[in-house]
C-alpha cells in the first residue's frame, strides 16, 4: 500500500468567534471548538487515506486558554502517526493578535479516527512518513497513547500495553 507523508494530511481551518458560539462568559464554548476540531481532524484523516472516516475516540483535550469573541482562530490538523485502520491526528489551535497578527497557542486535541469501508467495517489505511522533528517526536509518542487511550476504553489490557510498560520500566 502506498505510504504517505503527515505533511501531506495538513488541513486548515481559520473560524471568527461569532455571538452564538460564546458561553455565558462571552468566550468561545468548549463544545463548538471540539466540534470544530473534529471536522477539521476528520479532513486530516480523510486526506491521509481518501476513504470515508469516523471519530473513534477523543484521547486528549486541552482548553488551556478562553477565547474571547470576535477571536480569529486557526486549527491546524495533521495525521501523527496511522496503525492498522485507525489514525491519531493532532489539532493545534491559535489565536490570532488582532492588532500585531501574532498567533498564540490556545489549545490543542489528539483525536483517533479509523478508516471504514460500506459497511461501516475498519479497513486499511496507508504507513504515514514523518519528516520533520516535531513530526517525528509525535509519531514515536503514538503508539503508547493509542495503548493508554484502549486500556481506558476497555479494549486492551494494561499487560498487553508494550510501551507503556517500557516507559515506566
Ligand atoms: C470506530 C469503529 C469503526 C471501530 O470498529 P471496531 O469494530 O470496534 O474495530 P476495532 O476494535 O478493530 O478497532 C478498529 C481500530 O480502531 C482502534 N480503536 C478502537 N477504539 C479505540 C480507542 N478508544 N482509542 C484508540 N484506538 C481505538 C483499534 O485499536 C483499531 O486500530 P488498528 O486497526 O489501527 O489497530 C466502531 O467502533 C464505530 O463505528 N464507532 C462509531 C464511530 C462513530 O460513529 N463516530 C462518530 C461519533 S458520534
Known sequence: MKTRKAIDTLSIATKVVLPNDTNTLGNLFGGELLAWMDVIASVAAHRHCRRVVVTASVNHVSFKKPIKQASIVTLEAKVSRSFYSSMEIIIDVFVED?????????????????????????????????????????????????????ILAGKMDPSEASELKRLFK
Open 98 to 150: 488582532q492588532v500585531t497578527g501574532a498567533r498564540e497557542k490556545c489549545n490543542d486535541a489528539i483525536y483517533t479516527f479509523v478508516a471504514v469501508d460500506q459497511h461501516g467495517g475498519p479497513i486499511q489505511v496507508p504507513e504515514l512518513i514523518p519528516e520533520s522533528k516535531e513530526e517525528i517526536e509525535r509519531f514515536n509518542a503514538a503508539l503508547r497513547r493509542k495503548q493508554l487511550s484502549l
